[in-house]
């Protein structure tokens, strides 16, 4: 049996493209006390930048660090936060397990080589982290994507609810955590070191540090897995972490089961390839399961705050070719940077195989990737839920 630990930090998207650090201190302002009516994504974003300490970023540490101690409520009070800036990974994650396990409040992170910001609301380890060595089996995410839809935010908005409202409660595995999250970058070392940065707990950890669990890999690597063979791999990973049985996700696998998966290639990392699979219940998608499509390795799981329609079925299915139609043709799309615009005209356009991501503004998370669409020596990126992008940005702390 596991230990975890979860704050139930409710999940809030980001009001703009580089507005993360925003959304994460509305996340952390509002799980300590701060009301939402003083919890304006404009005004945060505002504080956040400028009180960075680098210039170049949206949100930098510091920045984010100001505001959650300038806005902290009284009820709040002595506790604070503070900056690390760890040289390696297992150091940074000690601290975010520190904070959850003492502090009982969720840190923030910089994910994807300190690109975006994420708010850490929960962690599962084989026993309780304050009772000697643990292993760390994985963590609950609260991953902010951009959803223009919203003019306000409050306790019972559409974050959360799928598609471009974003997916709360995002489990990834310590081995995902370290390979394609908490990754670290070179923030402020003199020498370029690379830093593994997080916002947390000014206690010095009295926990150990983590380890890792051994990562079995169930294939050979030297062909990806058929769709066929996707659920039982993927059933062996939920089994594996305890999922289906595990307090906050149980729910969503009590009934139900595994429907056909999407095979997603990263545009960034040649030759790695994921099944991102919808778990349907009673006609809605309540789940989705991340596996790596080459060594059968459970990598994440979202969970809905509630059943939404399967969004990756209107561009991936049977019906693709005359969706994605209805979304291009006879359309005019501007390519920016003074690039001028293309027009897609019938037959003019290639669809591919498979779908495809990388960490964007357009799409922070694996669970939300997109139809990369070739137009003569352009291309347009349809993301699963309909957007339309003609390119694919990053930036720091966005």
């Known amino acids: 049996m596991s230990w975890s630990f979860n704050t139930s930090d409710r999940y809030h998207t980001q009001d703009t493209g580089y507005y993360c650090g925003a959304a994460c201190a509305m996340m952390i302002l509002n799980e300590i006390g701060v009301p939402y009516s003083n919890l304006d994504q404009v005004v945060l974003y505002n504080s956040n930048n400028s009180h960075n300490a680098q210039p170049n970023w949206y949100t930098d540490p510091y920045g984010l660090c100001f505001t959650l101690n300038d806005r902290r409520p009284a009820s ?42 994420n708010v850490v609301c929960g962690v ?14 994985g963590f609950w995410l609260n991953n902010p994507v951009w959803d223009s839809s919203l003019s306000s935010h409050n306790a019972t908005d559409t974050c959360g609810s799928g598609g471009a409202h974003g997916i709360a409660n995002e489990f990834v595995t310590y081995s995902e955590w370290q390979t394609n999250r908490f990754n670290g970058c070179s923030y402020d070392d003199p020498n370029g070191a690379t830093q593994w940065v997080s916002v947390c707990d000014p206690v010095p950890p009295t926990i150990a540090m983590p380890r890792g669990r051994e990562v079995r890999h169930y294939c050979r690597g030297d062909a990806l897995l058929s769709k066929d063979e996707v659920e039982a791999f993927a059933r062996r990973g939920l089994e594996e972490y305890g999922l289906l049985d595990n307090k ?67 561009i991936s299915g049977r019906n693709a070719r005359s969706a994605i139609a209805k979304l291009i043709e006879n359309r005019r799309f501007d390519l920016g940077d003074q690039q001028g615009s293309i027009q897609v005209f019938p037959g003019t356009y290639c669809i591919p195989p498979v779908l495809v991501w990388q960490p964007c503004r357009e799409s922070w998370s694996p669970h939300l990737p997109f139809m990369r669409i070739a137009v003569g020596g352009n291309s347009l990126y349809i993301r699963v839920d309909g957007q339309v992008f003609t390119h694919l940005t990053s930036g720091l702390g966005a």
């Open 76 to 117: 709040f009070l002595p506790n604070f936060f503070v900056v690390y800036k760890d040289l390696n990974e297992a150091a940074g994650t000690q601290h975010v397990v520190h904070t959850l396990h003492h502090y009982k409040v969720s840190p923030a992170i910089l994910v994807y080589g300190c690109a975006h910001w």
């Open 248 to 314: 906050r996700a149980k729910s969503a696998f009590a009934k139900g089961r595994l429907r056909e998966p999407q095979l997603v290639q990263r545009l960034d990392r040649p030759g790695d390839f994921y099944y991102l699979a919808p778990w349907e219940r009673d006609g809605g998608i309540v789940a989705t399961v991340d596996l790596d499509a080459r060594f059968g390795v459970l990598k994440s799981v979202r969970l809905l705050d509630r059943p939404a329609e399967n969004w990756m079925a209107g």
């Open 124 to 137: 599962q380890t084989d026993v309780d982290p304050g009772s000697g060595p643990y292993v760390v089996e």
